[in-house]
């Protein structure tokens, strides 16, 4: 739960530059022959055309060719590339896009069929927030890039995607596209195609009887010695994240029943000094939770429950392990943050998803990646990642929202965690107090396996209809 402000200032800047050198007019180029007869084309051209180079830069543009509209978040964009070493694993960025990087994704898997031209291939997907594409326009530029994480130069000629030549738009058929589950445009390298039964990819209805960590949080208070027999801990220790100053007050962790459901709260109220500042977080007593699925139902709030609106709030559902030591690789974080009233920088409403490899408090460096959305999440919102060898997903309300890179996936266990707390005191300067609610309606953890929204939801009502309040199969360890 660290700010993101530096890692953002430096992601602005290079997208500024980027922006800058990408201004000069891109001409069309012949059309290859035609691919898939599909609503959609790719245009791709290529930023760094040379064989070796520090970072590959496909860039590319997604056509509605089709009649109707079509939306972004129904599709998928494969570009292949041979790896390096077989050990070698990539990160993925965005450094400019018309839609906004925000909403485009970035995922790299293994295919199942490797050639001599190809093992790897890096997907690109569109959150919500992308929107929709109407027949004639397409998306504009995506400069987008990936890299070693070794940061050791790539050899791009011997790329299935890759051409030195094209260095303006025009169709690709060697990027494949797509739409709801069905490829309309390219063709995969041999005995690849994307909709391939045999596709690593490809979900699965996971096995019965994965162990699993479920709460409907039916507790009568913050002192009910079922929160502790359950592996909870309701935090009353100092400490940050937050105003200096400010105390975890355990007492502002309630529960009450909704509509027949019992809902737990978290209560952060300020009267604008940090000694006033009663901050609340909810934890799990051990570290042991790693691959699989994380799911949650939360109520953001935008407007205090009493006394001005305005603090730098922070509502979170985030998974977690200890920082042993500055910049230490076995570190792991896991976050979705909504800010209501901004903070870091931002003046508005802003949800973060943030995948963490590790940083340095003192002089202050991250390595993360980061999915943003600016647009207000007040109510009730399906909160779901999933962890697997490859990337980690978020999702909210069952769409995806952002992927991250298997160079962020975790080295050891974590503990979930729900907490409201202040950034600063420099939102609303008023000394009126004023208060503050999150709430949670369940959490879900299922090991090792990752679920679809759909099948979260479907576990839930399982364990709704079966009467069952709490569960942990999970082991220690």
């Known amino acids: 739960m660290k700010s993101l402000a530096k890692t953002r200032i430096r992601t602005a800047a290079a997208a500024a530059a980027t922006l800058a050198l990408g201004c000069t007019a891109l001409a069309a180029v012949p059309s290859p022959a035609s691919a898939a007869g599909g609503p959609l084309a790719v245009q791709y051209r290529t930023s760094a055309s040379g064989v070796t180079a520090d970072q590959s830069e496909p860039w590319l543009k997604v056509r509605n060719t089709g009649s109707g509209s079509v939306q972004l978040s129904n599709v998928k964009v494969r570009y292949y590339f041979k790896g390096d070493t077989a050990g070698d694993t990539y990160r993925f960025a965005c450094s400019w896009a018309v839609k906004g990087c925000a909403n485009i994704t970035g995922t790299f898997g293994a295919l199942a069929s490797p050639t001599a031209t190809a093992d790897r291939y890096l997907e690109i997907g569109f959150t919500s927030g992308a929107g929709s594409l109407a027949a004639g326009t397409d998306t504009g530029d995506m400069q987008l890039r990936f890299y070693r994480s070794n940061w050791q130069p790539l050899l791009q000629s011997d790329d299935y995607s890759f051409d030195a030549g094209r260095t303006a738009y025009g169709d690709w058929s060697k990027v494949t596209a797509q739409l709801s589950g069905t490829t309309v445009w390219g063709e995969a390298p041999g005995g690849n195609d994307p909709t391939d039964p045999t596709d690593p990819t490809d979900p699965t209805d996971p096995p019965e009887g994965a162990p699993a960590l479920f709460d409907d949080f039916n507790y009568t208070g913050h002192t009910d010695p079922r929160i502790a027999a359950h592996g909870w801990s309701v935090r009353s220790n100092s400490g940050g994240p937050g105003v200096p100053g400010a105390t975890w007050a355990p007492e502002n962790v309630t529960f009450a029943n909704q509509s027949g459901n019992s809902v737990m709260n978290l209560a952060t109220s300020t009267a604008g000094s940090g000694e006033s500042t009663k901050q609340t977080e909810i934890l799990t007593q051990s570290m042991k939770f790693r691959n699989g699925t994380y799911a949650a139902r939360v109520k953001f709030s935008d407007a205090p429950v009493s006394g001005p609106d305005g603090d730098h709030l922070v509502q979170t559902f985030f998974t977690i392990n200890d920082l042993k030591a500055p910049m230490a690789d076995d570190y792991a974080e896991y976050d979705f ?125 399982a364990y709704r209809t079966a009467g069952t309040v709490f569960q942990d199969t999970v082991p220690a360890g």
């Open 337 to 461: 943050e909504y800010l209501p009233n901004g903070g870091w920088g931002e003046s508005g409403n802003i949800l973060y998803t943030t995948s963490w490899e590790t940083y340095r408090p003192d002089p202050w460096e991250a390595v993360n990646a980061h999915s943003e959305a600016r647009q207000s999440y007040a109510g009730w919102h399906d909160l779901v990642v999933t962890i697997d060898d490859h990337a980690i997903t978020y999702y909210i309300d069952g769409q995806a929202f952002g992927t991250h890179g298997a160079a962020y996936l975790p080295e050891r266990g974590m503990s979930i965690n729900f907490n409201q707390w202040l950034i600063d005191l420099a939102g609303q300067t008023s000394t009126t107090p004023r208060s503050y609610d999150q709430q949670v309606d369940y959490v879900l953890h299922v090991k090792d396996q990752v679920l679809t929204p759909a099948q979260v939801n479907a576990r839930v009502s």
